[in-house]
Every structure is written in C-alpha cells, then in structure tokens.
C-alpha cells in the first residue's frame, strides 16, 4: 500500500470511528462466533500474559481478551487516532494498557509477548507485507507464544471468490445500514487486498509457526493459528 492510500485509508477509519463497532457487529456474519472462536483459542494457563493487538482499533477486541485475562498487560497499536481514541475511553481508569498510534509494520513491538492478535486489519497490506509481518510477529513471541489472526482471505479461484463477494455484499445489504454508512464500508473495501487461504498458511509456517492450523472459516471470513 503506497503512503497516500494508508493515508487515505487511515481518514476513512477515522471518520468512521465512532460507528464503527455498531456497524462491524451487523456486517460480519456470524459475529459472535467469529470474535468468540479467537476468544476461546487465547488461552496460555497464564494469569498475567503479555497480549498484543495489532490493527486494534476502537478495542473491540481487546475488550473480549480483557475479560478472559483481566490481570494481562495489553498494548494496543492502530494507524488510526480517532480509533484508539475510542479504545482508551473504553478501557478508562485501567493501569494495564499502552495505546500506540503507529503503522504496525514500521512500529518495532517492543519486547516479547505471550499472545498477538489482529483482526480485519492485515488484509489491507500487500502480500510482500503480510509475509514479512508475520515473521515479525513470529520473532516477538516468547516460546510458546500464540499469534491469532481473524482476518478476510481472497477465494482460491475467480469461482469461488465471486461466491466470497456475493455473500458478503449480500450480508451488507441486509443490514439496514443508513446509506451513509454503507458507502463508507463499501468505500473501505476498495482498499481490501486480501491473500488466499493458502498463502497465508504458507507464510506463517515459513515465519516458523507451529500448529498452523484454520480454526473457523465462513466463505472469506477465517481464524488463523499458530504457536512459537
């Protein structure tokens, strides 16, 4: 992604930002079992473990490892300020949290991490990217360490990824979005650059991940897993 279209694309979330937990909710289907299949797989048997969220956004997913490990140190990185100016509303008063505003593929992490997560912000790098991010995150694990990715994937077919658009577009439509808030979304998906299922397999165990393994998987929605 050239920098005018990060650029571009970061104002898209900043003025979507104050919506943008509502309209996620009804736009990503099967919502609660997506986020709750990530959720469920956050799990060390470590009481206080070091979390990463890479593309955090307005915490929403934060919040669900929050409350699974309410005694982990959280550090929230996003491109967007009006995100994580959310997030940080939403997480007032809590000593364990670090927001950083920042281009995940630049920012060095800082240290080694017990879990790092992302979800719908990856799909937007170019693929160079997205190899070359998942070694890093690999390298900021500690051992043992788990990376979750809930994310979109490209069909691995023009078949089958026409099949991914209709469904999803279909999803959209039935949301009963203000129109306003649909051309926003739509406008976002412009920027979409997913890879198939099978690049990113491919890249997380050349990253050196273990486990590597698909744990949910409707149409080019996907949960990605793999372990230091």
Same mark, same amino acid.
């Given at each position: 992604?050239?920098?005018?279209?990060?650029?571009?694309?970061?104002?898209?979330?900043?003025?979507?930002?104050?919506?943008? @937990?509502?309209?996620?909710?009804?736009?990503?289907?099967?919502?609660?079992?997506?986020?709750?299949?990530?959720?469920?797989? $956050?799990?060390?048997?470590?009481?206080?473990?070091?979390?990463?969220?890479? %593309?955090? %956004?307005?915490?929403?997913?934060?919040?669900?490892?929050?409350?699974?490990?309410?005694? $982990?140190?959280?550090?929230?990185?996003?491109?967007?300020? #009006?995100?994580?100016?959310?997030?940080?509303?939403?997480?007032? %008063?809590?000593?364990?949290?670090?927001?950083?505003?920042?281009?995940?593929?630049?920012?060095?992490?800082?240290?080694?991490?017990?879990?790092?997560? /992302?979800?719908? /912000?990856?799909?937007?790098?170019?693929? #160079?990217?997205?190899?070359?991010?998942?070694?890093?995150?690999? @390298?900021?694990?500690?051992?043992?360490?788990?990376?979750?990715?809930? @994310?979109?994937?490209? %069909?691995? /077919?023009?078949? /089958?990824?026409?099949?991914?658009?209709?469904?999803?577009?279909?999803?959209?439509?039935?949301?009963?979005?203000? #129109?306003?808030?649909?051309?926003?979304?739509?406008?976002?998906?412009?920027?979409?650059?997913?890879?198939?299922?099978?690049?990113?397999?491919?890249?997380?165990?050349?990253?050196?991940?273990?486990?590597?393994?698909?744990?949910?998987?409707?149409?080019?929605?996907?949960?990605?897993?793999?372990?230091?």
């Amino acid at each position: 992604m050239s920098d005018k279209d990060q650029n571009l694309l970061r104002k898209k979330f900043d003025d979507a930002a104050s919506d943008y @937990d509502k309209n996620r909710k009804t736009i990503i289907p099967n919502f609660e079992v997506y986020y709750r299949t990530l959720i469920e797989l $956050a799990d060390l048997k470590i009481d206080n473990p070091r979390i990463l969220d890479l %593309g955090a %956004g307005t915490g929403l997913l934060t919040h669900l490892l929050w409350k699974k490990h309410p005694q $982990a140190q959280f550090k929230l990185v996003d491109m967007s300020q #009006e995100m994580l100016n959310i997030a940080k509303n939403r997480f007032s %008063g809590q000593k364990n949290f670090e927001y950083v505003n920042n281009d995940y593929l630049k920012y060095d992490f800082g240290g080694l991490f017990d879990i790092i997560v /992302s979800s719908l /912000s990856i799909h937007h790098l170019n693929h #160079e990217n997205i190899e070359s991010l998942y070694q890093k995150v690999y @390298d900021h694990l500690k051992p043992d360490g788990i990376f979750l990715n809930a @994310d979109q994937v490209i %069909g691995p /077919s023009p078949y /089958s990824e026409n099949i991914y658009k209709e469904n999803w577009l279909e999803v959209i439509d039935n949301a009963y979005l203000q #129109e306003d808030d649909k051309k926003i979304i739509l406008e976002r998906m412009e920027f979409d650059n997913p890879a198939t299922l099978e690049d990113n397999i491919k890249w997380l165990k050349k990253a050196g991940f273990n486990d590597v393994d698909v744990y949910y998987k409707y149409y080019n929605f996907v949960v990605l897993y793999g372990r230091k």
